[in-house]
């Protein structure tokens, strides 16, 4: 399958680098407006660069979507109006109001799919089947001061990553919320039936955090997504008294995890759609309403 990527920031430059690994795609076919980025990157992953987009969509089957934020639905909309199946990187667009204009004009035999990375992540669809009666949630994913340019605050850049999570893969639903922060710095406290669920973000840390805790009556899970490891914590319900403590001897469990690259995953996964014509795990639909969950979380700042 020939594939094309429009974009060659951060996020198109690893899109073109697995999409030329894959043995599924015959050739990566790069756009930029900023031609002489595209001839750096082609060059440095064997890959070829059009001349203008409708010059791309001649050449492609699918197309990556990586240009930053603000430009999704304008170039989304070119896209999709040249027939072509998209794989937009998250979120699908600036506004859950240009989501679902664009979600209007999409037929039906296009798949459209949005890259919320992680959930590929394997450690996710691991605590998905361990989880049962979730007691406490809580994400943390916080980044060093980057300069890279998203044109989104830290609830749409990061904190959606966890959003996506909590709406699709651990089923929370019927959520109340409580949210405070900035463009930076962003908490959200939401409740859903007996769950209490917490979401930190931050783009001011000192560290790289990206780690999900859970606690139920039997176990308490701990994930990590960057090192893909997951620890079960369980009570044998057995005390003893040290010293004059008491002392509780937990067992802890180390989960296999089969480590894969996530956006591999993504990309893999992507072109099975398309080459099958089924719909993307992500769809628009789920999009919007991690989208609408941003502006939810912001409207509260």
């Known amino acids: 399958m020939d594939v094309g990527v429009i974009g060659t920031g951060m996020m198109g430059q690893n899109h073109v680098r697995v999409y030329s690994e894959l043995k599924e795609v015959d050739s990566v076919v790069i756009y930029d407006v900023n031609r002489s980025q595209a001839e750096k990157i082609a060059t440095q992953n064997n890959a070829e660069v059009a001349d203008s987009y409708e010059d791309l969509f001649h050449r492609v089957e699918a197309v990556s979507l990586c240009v930053p934020t603000p430009f999704h639905y304008n170039v989304a909309l070119q896209v999709i109006n ?64 980057s300069s890279r340019i998203t044109g989104s605050s830290v609830v749409e850049d990061l904190m959606i990553h ?57 176990m308490t899970i701990q994930g990590d997504f960057m090192a893909q490891e997951i620890y079960v914590h369980r009570k044998p319900g057995q005390y003893k008294v040290e010293r004059d403590r008491y002392v509780q001897e937990n067992i802890v469990e180390k989960v296999q995890v089969a480590k894969l690259e996530p956006l591999r995953a993504e990309l893999s996964t992507f072109l099975m759609s398309v080459k ?23 409207e509260m700042f």
Do not use: W
């Open 82 to 145: 040249a027939g072509m199946n998209i794989l937009i990187e998250k979120p699908i667009c600036l506004s859950s109001s240009e989501s679902k204009e664009l979600e209007k004009q999409t037929p039906d035999d296009i798949v459209v799919g949005v890259g919320h990375i992680e959930r590929f992540n394997p450690i996710v669809s691991e605590i998905s089947q361990i989880i049962s009666d979730p007691l406490y949630i809580e994400f943390k994913r916080h980044n060093p001061t």
């Open 276 to 298: 099958t014509s089924t719909p993307f795990p992500i769809t628009s639909r789920q999009a919007i309403e991690n989208l609408e969950f941003c502006e939810m979380i912001k």
């Open 162 to 218: 966890d959003i996506d999570i909590m709406l699709h893969a651990l089923g929370c639903s019927d959520l109340s919320v409580q949210a405070k922060g900035n463009d930076d710095v962003a908490a959200a406290l939401c409740t859903s039936g007996n769950s209490v669920v917490y979401l930190s973000a931050s783009r001011k840390s000192s560290k790289k955090i990206r780690m999900v805790h859970i606690e139920q009556e039997d």
